[in-house]
């Protein structure tokens, strides 16, 4: 069985610019997640999703940070402009619903120049 | 606003020794998940522990839940260098996981 597929897996851009990720979860998983997580740190939920809605966003930065969640299935997670310290790695998870095991992808490891 | 504290922060062990992560949190919650963390890696999921008393086993590892202590357990049984990773904890707390800052465990053959 396929686990969380994110891409692309590196990214390095300028300041200022425009950043996207892509999620797909696992098959039959309702939940999906965003998180960011720093170096020696855990990781930090920004938004997470119970289809195609947007249930718990308020940790993210909506001043350039912006997500969605068409069909309920796959998802992307937008930055723009990125800054310096968004750079980070950033981690799509999935879970068949809320309070079950979430699965987590390799993460895409952003650096902002 | 839930906070999850786990400790030691960094460990450095020999093979074949014991010893044991804390994960203590700070509001009341009944559901905890321990991860593992190789370097450039993603998290893989190791214990799910569900209820107060609630103890589970995979190998060298073994967890454990006192909710009335708010308190869980790690504990690493005869050591070996392929346990060398970073371990997390994670809290439920409505519907979102607060994670600990995570344990860097390092196994010296």
């Known amino acids: 069985e396929a686990g969380v597929v994110q891409s692309p897996r590196y990214k390095i851009i300028e300041k200022k610019q425009p950043v996207a990720f892509w999620c797909n979860p696992i098959?039959?998983?309702?939940?999906l997640y965003w998180y960011r997580q720093n170096l020696g740190q855990g990781p930090e939920l920004l938004i997470r999703y119970e289809n195609e809605e947007a249930v718990d966003d308020s940790q993210l930065p909506k001043d350039r940070f912006s997500a969605e969640r068409l069909k309920g299935v796959d998802s992307t997670l937008k930055i723009q402009p990125a800054e310096l310290g968004d750079s980070a790695v950033y981690l799509c998870?999935?879970?068949?619903?809320?309070?079950?095991?979430?699965?987590f992808g390799q993460g895409t490891r952003l650096t902002v120049v | 606003e839930l906070k999850v504290e786990q400790n030691p922060l960094f460990l450095s062990m020999q093979e074949g020794k014991n010893y044991t992560i804390y994960c203590n949190y700070s509001t009341t919650s009944d559901r905890l998940y321990w991860y593992r963390q190789d370097p450039g890696k993603s998290l893989e999921s190791l214990f799910v522990l569900l209820s107060n008393g609630a103890v589970k086993q995979e190998g060298r590892l073994m967890a454990s839940l006192d909710t009335k202590a708010r308190l869980s357990t790690l504990h690493i049984t005869a050591a070996v260098h392929d346990l060398s990773a970073t371990y997390f904890c994670?809290?439920?707390?409505?519907?979102?996981?607060?994670w600990g800052a995570g344990t860097k465990l390092i196994i010296k053959p």
């Open positions: 998870a999935s879970s068949l619903g809320m309070n079950t095991e979430a699965f």
């Open positions: 098959s039959g998983h309702n939940t």
């Open positions: 994670a809290v439920d707390s409505n519907y979102q996981l607060i």
